[in-house]
C-alpha cells in the first residue's frame, strides 16, 4: 500500500487518522433522532390501504366502514387527490406515477386509500375495513412476456404508450464490434438474470408532514437520501411555493438507494396534513417497505466477448433487457436510460463495444434504484467479470492471468473507454498482485488441483476485478430531473475558533459528522471534534443533490476541501495583518502561518478570533464561505477481490472460506471508516450471491414480503473478511479520494458467483451459469442435469 | 389497562390497551425511542431490550406480558454517569454506522457477555443471528463485543 504519513496530529485528525466518529455518542446511548422518534402537538397517524393483486381495474372504494372506526380522521383515496391535482406525481425518471390509484392498480402493494387516525393502531384497523372492488387483469410478471405480441398494456392511461416498451437505447460502435466478433478466434458468451433485490435498509421509509395551516409553511420529516432534491420535487409535485417548504432529514437508519426516491406515502402524508391542519406521521411496515418502494437491479443480460486465441479481448457486446415495474422510476441521471451500465467494459482495455438496453413495464413495484451502487454499474461489473471468469475457463487459462493479459494498464490513464468514459486513474496490476499475495492465490490453486476435500468438498476460486465509476457528476452531462449534480458546503469559523460545516449530502451511517470534519481538520487545522456538522435541514444547509452513487466524498468532500481553501486564503491576509509581515511571506502548516525564517506565528484560532475582533480596515469581517463543487469527471474506484468457497456436491450448498478484498479507493479520509463501508459492501454483494432474492408467482404476488421470505445475512452466515488496500489519488478530486460506500456490494457477486462455479468446473461439471441467487437447489440441478429449477 | 414495569431499575406505569405491544409500549407510552422497530416479525432484532436478564424481541410480546417484570433497554446501559463496555467498545472498534441496530446488537452483546465473557468469534456470530445489520458486515460488532468482554472480565478480576 503506497501512503504518506497524516499532516496532522492524530487530536487534529485530518487526513489518514482512523479517529472514532462523534455520531457514535447519541446512538450507543439510544439517543439517536430517527423519523420514527418524532413526536409532535396533535399529530395523527396515517395507514395505507394496497393493491392485494397485481393488475386490476378498480370499481369501486367504500370508505365508509373505516371512517365509521372512531378515531379515524380521514380517509383519503386518489379521488379525493385528483381533485387537488395530486392523483399523479412525477417519477425521477420522467415517467409519471400514482400517488393513490384512481383508475387500475398495477402492482400488489400499490397504494389505493389512506386512513388517517388518532393512534397508529386505529389506522391499521381502519385500513382494513376499506373495501375495494377490483377488475382482475392479467399479470404480466416478467420483461419477457411484457413485450410480447398482444400482450395486456399495464400503462393505458399513458399518452401515446401502445406497448410495454419503457425505453431503447445504446451506445457505443455497432460496425466496429460486429467486425471484432466477425475477425474473432473465440467468442465466449453468456445469458444470466441480474434479479431483483431491495435495498431493505433496517430503519423502513416514513415521514411527518407538519403544514401550519396559518400560514402554509410546510414542515416535512423525511427518510430522505436527498433532502434538497426532494424540496424542489415536493414544490414541483405539490404546488407549493419552495420557500415554504423545509425538509428535515433527520437521522437516517440505513438508505442504500432505497430511500432516494419520492414515495406515495410522502405525498399522502403532506396532503392530509394540509388539509387537515394537523401533522400527519406515516412509517411503513417492514412488508410495505418490501413491496412497494424502490427495488433494484432486475436485468436480464446477455454478454459476449471476442477473443484472441492467446487470451485477449478485442471486443465486447451487451444488451439488456430491464424489469422496470409499472413505472418508470429509475433513480438515475436523465441522459442515460441504463444508467452507467455502458461502464461494462470494466477493468479491460477493450478496443471496441456496443451496449443496447430494453426496458419493460411489468405488474411489480416501480424503483430501480441504484442499490449501494453508481446508476447500474454493479450489473455492468456483474457482468464482465463473470464474462472474463467463463473466457479464462474457455481459454484454459488462469483467470488471475487473463485478467492481467486485458488490465487497463497503468500508464493508459486518463483512459478513454469504447463507451464513452474518461477512467481518471488506476494501477490494476498492483491491485491483483496485493490480493494475489494476501490470499495466498497460488497455493489455493494447488489445494485444488489435489482435489476435493477429505470431506468430499470441491474447492472453487473466484475472482473479480472490477472498475467503479462514482461521484456524479459534472454538470455538463449529469442531472435527476434536470437538476445539475453538483454539491455544496458552507463553513462558518466561529470567533473562537470552533466551527460548523453545512452540507448538501446526507449521511445515512456513513460517518459524515467526523470524514468531513476531518477534512476541515487537514485543510484548515482546526481539530476535527471542534467542528459540528450539519446535514438534511434544507432551510439551514447549502443546496445539493444528496447521498448516494458514493458521490458524497467525491463531490461534497471536495466541496468541503474548497471552500476549506478558500477560507484559508482569507486567513492568511488576517494573519499578515496580525503579523504585520507580507502575505507572501508566510508558510502555512495545518493550524497555522509563520513567518517564514522567524518565530513570529499566528494559529487559526487567532486569526479566527481576529477575524471578528480585528480585522484590517478595508476588509468584511467574519471568517464564512460557501462552495458549489462542480466536479470535472467522475472518480473511478477499483479493486481485485478474491473468494474462495467449499461447495457440498452432495446438496449443492456452499461456504466462503475465505474472502479477500483489495481496494483503491485513492486517498483514505478515515481507513477504519473505509473499512467498515468495505466489510458492510462485501456483506451485501454476499447475500445477493446466497440469498437476497425478491420474485414473483405468475399472479404477481410478491414472494420476499418480510424478512422470513426475504433472507438477508446475519453476522453467522456472514463470511470473514480480509481486507488489503493500495492507493491511486485520484488527479482531478482535491484530496485524491473517489468514494467507497459501494465498491464492495458492485465488486463483489461477481467473485462469489465465479467461485462456485470454478468449483463446479474444476471438479468436473462444465456449468456455463447459475443466476444469483446461487441457492443449493440451483447447485444441485446444475450438477445433476436439472434445469428450470426456480 | 395499567401496566406496570421496571424498566432500567425505576418502576413506571402506563395505560395502554391490552393489545399493545412491549416496543409500542416502551416507544409510546413511555417515550423512551432507543429501541427501534426494524421489521414487525422477529426477525432483525432492531426492538431487543432484556426482559428477566434475556434478551427478547419487544415486537413480539404484549406490554400486559411484560407487567411486573424488569426490563432494559440501551437506554439504561450507561450507569453512574460511564458508559457500559459494550457501549465504549462499539464505538471504539466503528461497530455500528447508522446506528438502528445498534440498540439491539449492544443488549444482545451485553446479555452475553454477562454470561460468557470469553464468548469465542463464532460464538457471538450465533448468538448475534437473530439480529440484522444491513451497514457494518457485522465484522466490528463481533470485535467490540469481544473487546467489551475482556473488559468486563479484566474489571471483575
Redesign the interface.
Known amino acids: 500500500m503506497t501512503t504518506t504519513a497524516p499532516r496532522t496530529t492524530f487530536e487534529v485528525g485530518g487526513l489518514g487518522h482512523s479517529v472514532?466518529?462523534r455520531?457514535?455518542?447519541?446512538?450507543?446511548?439510544?439517543?439517536?433522532n430517527?423519523l420514527?422518534?418524532i413526536?409532535l402537538p396533535g399529530m395523527l397517524h396515517m395507514a395505507i390501504v394496497r393493491s392485494p393483486i397485481a393488475h386490476g381495474r378498480i370499481i369501486s372504494i367504500d370508505t365508509s366502514a373505516a371512517m365509521a372506526v372512531e378515531g379515524v380522521v380521514a380517509v383519503v383515496t386518489g379521488e379525493a387527490l385528483a381533485a387537488h391535482n395530486l392523483a399523479w406525481m412525477p417519477t425521477l425518471s420522467g415517467d409519471t406515477q400514482a400517488v393513490l390509484a384512481t383508475d387500475k392498480v398495477r402492482y400488489q402493494g400499490q397504494e389505493v386509500a389512506a386512513v388517517i387516525a388518532t393512534d397508529?393502531?386505529i389506522a391499521r384497523d381502519a385500513a382494513v375495513l376499506v373495501e375495494v372492488d377490483y377488475e382482475d387483469l392479467p399479470a404480466i410478471t416478467s420483461p419477457q412476456q411484457a413485450l410480447e405480441e398482444g400482450a395486456v398494456l399495464i400503462r393505458d392511461e399513458k399518452e401515446g404508450q401502445t406497448d410495454n416498451l419503457v425505453y431503447e437505447w445504446e451506445t457505443g460502435n455497432k460496425d466496429s464490434t460486429d467486425r471484432a466478433f466477425a475477425e474473432a478466434d473465440i467468442v465466449v458468451s453468456l445469458e444470466t438474470h441480474y434479479p431483483r433485490s431491495h435495498?431493505?435498509?433496517?430503519?423502513?421509509c416514513g415521514a411527518v408532514a407538519d403544514v401550519n395551516p396559518a400560514d402554509g409553511q410546510a414542515t416535512i420529516y423525511l427518510t430522505s437520501q436527498a433532502p434538497h432534491a426532494h424540496r424542489t420535487l415536493f414544490a414541483i409535485v405539490a404546488g407549493l411555493p419552495e420557500e415554504k417548504i423545509r425538509i428535515i432529514s433527520p437521522?437516517?437508519?440505513?438508505g442504500?438507494g432505497n430511500k432516494v426516491p419520492i414515495y406515495p406515502g410522502y405525498v399522502v402524508a403532506t396532503a392530509a396534513s394540509l388539509l387537515i391542519g394537523k401533522p400527519v406521521k406515516w412509517i411503513e411496515?417492514?412488508?410495505e417497505n418490501l413491496i412497494s418502494t424502490g427495488f433494484a437491479r432486475d436485468y436480464h443480460m446477455k454478454g459476449e466477448m471476442a477473443l484472441t486465441k492467446d487470451g485477449k479481448i478485442t471486443g465486447m457486446r451487451a444488451s439488456i433487457l430491464s424489469d422496470q415495474g409499472a413505472f418508470f422510476a429509475d433513480a438515475q441521471p436523465t441522459k442515460f436510460r441504463a444508467g452507467l451500465f455502458h461502464i461494462c467494459t470494466g477493468s479491460y482495455d477493450i478496443g471496441t463495444a456496443h451496449v443496447s438496453a430494453r426496458g419493460a413495464f411489468t405488474n411489480k413495484a416501480p424503483g430501480g434504484v441504484a442499490y449501494r451502487c453508481s446508476f447500474r454499474v454493479t450489473e455492468a461489473s456483474y457482468l464482465v467479470e463473470r464474462l472474463a471468469d467463463d473466457a479464462a475457463w474457455k481459454l484454459g487459462m488462469d483467470p488471475a492471468e487473463f485478467r492481467r493479459k486485458n488490465f487497463i494498464d497503468k500508464d493508459q490513464f486518463p483512459y478513454h473507454s469504447p463507451t464513452g468514459f474518461v477512467y481518471d486513474s488506476g494501477d490494476y496490476h498492483a491491485a491483483m498482485d496485493e490480493a494475489m499475495s494476501l490470499s495466498s492465490y497460488s497455493e489455493w490453486r494447488q489445494k485444488q488441483a489435489a482435489g476435493p476435500t477429505a470431506d468430499g468438498k470441491l474447492i472453487g476460486i473466484g475472482l473479480a476485478s472490477f472498475t467503479e465509476v462514482v461521484g456524479a457528476g459534472n454538470s455538463r452531462e449529469w442531472d435527476i430531473a434536470g437538476l445539475k449534480m453538483i454539491d455544496s458546503a458552507e463553513l462558518r469559523v466561529h470567533p473562537t475558533g470552533k466551527a460548523i460545516l453545512k452540507l448538501g449530502v446526507k449521511s445515512?451511517?456513513?460517518?459524515h459528522e467526523t470524514t468531513f470534519a476531518q477534512i476541515v481538520a487537514e485543510e484548515l487545522g482546526i481539530p476535527f471534534d471542534h467542528i459540528k456538522v450539519m446535514e438534511g435541514d434544507t432551510d439551514n444547509t447549502p443546496y445539493g443533490l444528496g447521498t448516494y452513487a458514493s458521490r458524497s466524498t467525491p463531490v461534497g468532500g471536495a466541496a468541503t476541501a474548497m471552500v476549506s481553501r478558500n477560507l484559508r486564503d482569507k486567513a492568511r491576509k488576517l494573519a499578515a495583518h496580525l503579523l504585520e509581515a507580507s502575505e507572501d511571506d508566510l508558510e502555512w502548516e495545518p493550524g497555522k502561518f509563520t513567518v517564514r525564517g522567524t518565530d513570529a506565528s499566528v494559529t487559526i484560532q487567532e486569526i479566527a478570533f481576529a477575524a471578528y475582533t480585528n480585522f484590517p480596515e478595508g476588509m468584511q469581517a467574519g471568517l464564512e464561505g460557501v462552495h458549489y463543487y462542480d466536479p470535472p469527471n467522475m472518480t473511478y474506484p477499483f479493486g481485485t477481490y478474491v473468494v474462495v468457497v467449499e461447495v457440498d456436491p452432495a446438496d449443492g450448498t456452499w461456504k466462503v472460506v475465505e474472502m479477500t478484498a483489495v481496494d483503491d479507493c485513492g486517498v483514505r479520509i478515515n481507513p477504519?471508516?473505509v473499512?467498515?463501508q468495505?466489510?458492510?459492501?462485501?456483506?451485501?454483494g454476499f447475500a445477493k450471491a446466497n440469498m437476497q432474492w425478491i420474485t414473483f408467482d405468475d399472479n404477481g404476488n410478491c414472494i420476499g414480503s418480510?424478512?422470513?421470505d426475504y433472507l438477508?445475512p446475519?453476522?453467522?452466515?456472514?463470511p470473514?473478511?480480509r481486507l488489503g488496500a493500495t492507493v491511486t489519488p485520484s488527479p482531478h478530486h482535491p484530496l485524491g479520494a473517489k468514494g467507497v460506500g459501494e465498491s464492495a456490494t458492485v465488486g463483489s457477486p461477481a467473485a462469489y458467483v465465479n467461485a462456485v462455479l470454478d468449483a463446479l468446473r474444476h471438479g468436473g461439471h462444465d456449468i456455463e451459469n447459475i443466476d444469483m441467487p446461487v441457492l443449493p437447489h440451483r447447485v444441485w440441478g446444475a450438477l445433476n442435469g436439472i434445469e428450470a429449477l426456480p | 389497562m395499567q401496566i406496570t414495569v421496571t424498566i432500567n431499575g425505576t418502576n413506571r406505569t402506563a395505560d395502554a390497551e391490552p393489545r399493545t405491544l412491549l416496543v409500542d409500549f416502551i416507544r409510546t407510552n413511555l417515550g423512551m425511542t432507543g429501541t427501534h422497530i426494524g421489521c414487525d416479525t422477529t426477525s432483525c432484532g432492531a426492538c431487543t431490550v432484556i426482559l428477566d436478564g434475556k434478551p427478547v424481541k419487544s415486537c413480539t410480546i404484549l406490554a400486559a406480558q411484560a407487567n411486573g417484570h424488569e426490563v432494559r433497554t440501551v437506554e439504561g446501559l450507561k450507569q453512574n454517569g460511564s458508559l457500559h463496555p459494550i457501549q465504549a467498545a462499539f464505538k471504539e472498534h466503528h461497530g455500528l454506522q447508522c446506528g438502528f441496530c445498534t440498540p439491539g446488537m449492544m443488549l444482545v452483546g451485553a446479555a452475553l457477555i454477562e454470561d460468557n465473557p470469553d464468548a469465542t468469534e463464532d460464538e457471538i456470530r450465533w448468538e448475534l443471528s437473530g439480529n440484522i445489520c444491513r451497514c457494518t458486515g457485522y465484522k466490528n460488532i463481533v470485535t467490540a463485543i469481544q473487546a467489551a468482554g475482556a473488559q468486563v472480565k479484566e474489571t471483575s478480576a
Open positions: 472514532k466518529r455520531e457514535d455518542d447519541r446512538f450507543i446511548q439510544g439517543a439517536g430517527y420514527d422518534d413526536v397508529p393502531y435495498p431493505s435498509p433496517l430503519e423502513t437521522d437516517i437508519g440505513g442504500f411496515t417492514r412488508s445515512q451511517g456513513q460517518g477504519m471508516i473499512d467498515g468495505i466489510t458492510g459492501g462485501l456483506t451485501e418480510n424478512f422470513l438477508v446475519t453476522a453467522y452466515e456472514t470473514k473478511f
